[in-house]
């Protein structure tokens, strides 16, 4: 089965500009996750799609990121304009369904730099 | 109250030693506990779980102890191998409304098998 695709790989901003990244799930996932990695740390939850609608995004800064996931499968995380500590590894994650003990799979991310 | 406390940072052990990483939690309403590994440059991976009326849950090399009273569990990896080597990460699953959950990640520990 093919796994959670992202894309680009890596990405280097300056600060202030924008960037878009890119997300496809597993095929028949309803859930897709974003998580930001900051180097270090655990993933944190940015926003949490059950197909097209958004069960959770109480984390994600809302005044310069923005995702929409249209259709209810590819998904699309955008920020503008970047900062400095946004420099982390984007995380796109898929799950079958949206309740408690799902397994979640992971994309191996997109790795943002911005300087 | 939705934080997840792990230690070690890091950590290094033999080649056929134990390795054990501990967690701790707040929020009794936390109903699902997996561990993840994560590898150089991919996402996480589901490794084990387990689910809050259970001690103890055990696959292969793997096993969690649970401790509801104390509010811990932790990860023993038995014969740690150096393809071991990698990022562990607990993590706690808090119900939302409806049938949705959110999982909120430890802070990582890494685990260096040497020969």
């Known amino acids: 089965e093919a796994g959670v695709a992202q894309s680009p790989r890596y990405k280097i901003i300056e600060k202030r500009q924008s960037v878009a990244f890119w997300c496809n799930p597993i095929s028949g996932h309803a859930t897709l996750y974003w998580y930001q990695q900051i180097l270090g740390q655990g993933p944190k939850l940015l926003i949490q799609f059950q197909n097209n609608g958004v069960v959770d995004d109480s984390q994600l800064p809302k005044d310069r990121f923005s995702a929409e996931r249209l259709k209810g499968v590819d998904s699309t995380l955008k920020i503008q304009p970047a900062k400095l500590e946004d420099s982390a590894v984007y995380l796109c994650?898929?799950?079958?369904?949206?309740?408690?003990?799902?397994?979640?799979?992971f994309g191996s991310g997109t790795q943002l730099s911005v300087l | 109250q939705q934080q997840v406390k792990q230690s070690p940072q890091s950590l290094i052990v033999q080649k056929g030693g134990i390795s054990i990483i501990n967690c701790a939690y707040e929020?009794?309403?936390?109903?699902?506990f997996p561990w993840y590994q994560q590898f150089p440059g991919k996402g996480p991976a589901l490794l084990i779980a387990?689910?809050?009326?259970?001690s103890e849950k055990k696959e292969g090399r793997f096993t969690i102890s649970f401790n509801k009273s104390a509010k811990q569990f932790s990860l023993h990896i038995m014969d740690s191998q150096p393809g071991d080597s990698a990022t562990y990460f607990c993590?706690?699953?808090?119900?939302?409304?409806?049938?949705?959950?959110?999982?909120?990640f430890g802070t990582g520990t890494r685990l260096q098998v040497t020969l």
């Open positions: 993590a706690a699953d808090f119900p939302l409304t409806g049938t949705a959950s959110k999982l909120t």
């Open positions: 929020n009794t309403a936390f109903d699902y």
């Open positions: 387990i689910r809050p009326d259970v």
């Open positions: 994650a898929s799950s079958v369904g949206t309740g408690g003990y799902e397994k979640l799979f």
